[in-house]
């Protein structure tokens, strides 16, 4: 539906451009007047009044229909359009706002019916044109949506289904929908940013980044082409941190949009260039923004770790811990993140914890099993550290991941030690 704020202007170019001529009488006159303006109360007691002095005048009975519309009425706005529909000067646009009704109320299928009868009372009902591919994506019918759009369809028509099948995770459908509009229109920028969009969908950031570049001049999408822009670069395959981190600054800077979204990349750039000081002041304010998401105190604790601020991240991981909703994987992350934090501070027994935690939640935290040898080696438990330790050589033994490098070297060596075979 359209915003109602903006319905009233769109509403009186779509009854004006099928130009039928209404003789209008005084009473049906001061009616329009009100309607025009947006006053749906005033102008449906005149539209009433005059049916009452002819309940034949069809163009009342139509305007009648509208007021209830406007004023959320579906109901009696179907039974008084049904009536008019009868009439046909008024059947296409009286169909259209039925299905209108119909999909304010969540009808699709019946929407969908009104809006196939508009376009057989007339065929060239561009607004219904674009209502029967709208209808069709949202009833996931997504095939016979873009198929609903032709060459002529106008850009809104191409955001709104392009959008709509970017909600639904349909990106290769949106990437097909604007290449062929752009193979007749070439220049055409609801097409082009329906390309990029979908480009992002499908995290191909460098093609994304590229169609955004070239029409970022455009003012009216600007800001939003920014953030996409930062959100490319800090994403793509070959990142460029210096790039994005300018990007989204600027978008920071020109909408003033604080989201946790926005504060969180940015931290998260300022962490990737090893700038910790100010990845932690950025998840701080992300925090500050909402203090319900455990992915901020986890980022918060992280920068805090690398920062040496140890007592901290505990704090911050225990945070993000008590907020973690049921995803194994990241609660892994954050439990051994907290044993991380408590082992640098030689809390060594809660550590044992958090990391013995980590591995129940996500059997393939390698480095909890290193370092969970590490805390025992600490302890001088021989035993404990040395079966930890071989634990760990196992679970690695056919993973080419160099970073487990120098934890490997270090492991053999204490089991060599210790007299204790690697096996």
């Known amino acids: 539906m359209l915003a109602r704020a903006n319905f009233s202007d769109y509403i009186i170019g779509l009854l004006f451009a099928a130009q039928v001529c209404v003789a209008q009488t005084p009473q049906t006159k001061e009616a329009f007047e009100a309607f025009t303006v947006g006053d749906y109360r005033t102008a449906l007691k005149l539209y009433t009044a005059a049916l009452d002095a002819n309940p034949t005048d069809t163009a009342a009975i139509f305007y009648q229909g509208l007021c209830y519309f406007n004023l959320g009425d579906y109901e009696s706005s179907d039974r008084v359009l049904h009536t008019a529909s009868f009439s046909r ?22 929407a969908l019916n009104e809006v196939r009868l508009a376009l057989k009372a007339d065929s060239t009902f561009a607004p219904a044109h674009k209502l029967l591919a709208q209808l069709l994506c949202a009833n996931k019918q997504f095939d016979a949506a873009m ?3 032709d060459s002529s369809a106008t850009a809104d028509v191409i955001t709104s289904v392009g959008n709509c099948l970017l909600a639904n995770e349909r990106c290769a ?3 097909q929908l604007a290449e062929r509009k ?6 055409n920028f609801a ?14 950031y460098e093609h994304a980044a590229a169609i955004y570049q070239r029409i970022s001049h455009r003012a009216a999408s600007y800001p939003r082409i920014l953030r996409r822009l930062g959100s490319c670069y800090m994403n793509a395959r070959h990142s460029r941190n210096d790039l994005a981190l300018s990007y989204l600054k600027v978008y920071l800077a020109a909408t003033g949009d604080s989201t946790v979204s926005v504060l969180s990349d940015i931290g998260r750039i300022f962490q990737s260039m090893a ?3 100010s990845a932690a002041v950025y998840f701080a304010a992300a925090v500050r923004q909402d203090a319900s998401l455990a992915g901020s105190h986890f980022n918060l604790g992280l920068a805090y770790y690398q920062l040496k601020k140890y007592r901290e991240a505990e704090r911050a991981m225990l945070q993000a811990i008590s907020l973690s909703k049921p995803n194994l994987d990241f609660s892994s992350r954050q439990h051994y993140m907290l044993g991380a934090a408590r082992m640098s501070q030689n ?13 129940e939640l996500n059997a393939d935290c390698y480095d909890c099993y290193y370092f969970l040898g590490t805390v025992y080696q600490t302890l001088n438990d021989r035993q404990s550290a040395a079966t930890w330790f071989r634990n760990f050589l196992r679970r690695t033994a056919d993973l080419k991941d160099t970073r487990f490098d120098d934890m490997r070297k270090h492991a053999r060596q204490y089991l060599q030690q210790t007299h204790e075979a690697p096996k």
């Open 89 to 110: 000067p008024f059947r296409a646009r009286a169909y259209y706002f039925m299905a209108k009704s119909e999909e304010a109320g969540g009808a699709l299928a019946s």
């Open 147 to 149: 198929d609903a759009v």
């Open 173 to 175: 459908d949106a990437v």
């Open 182 to 187: 752009l193979a007749s229109d070439s220049t």
């Open 191 to 204: 097409a082009q940013l329906l390309l990029a969009d979908a480009y992002f969908c499908e995290t191909k």
């Open 275 to 277: 700038h910790f000081d």
């Open 347 to 359: 809390k060594n027994k809660s550590a044992i914890q958090a990391y013995r935690k980590a591995i």
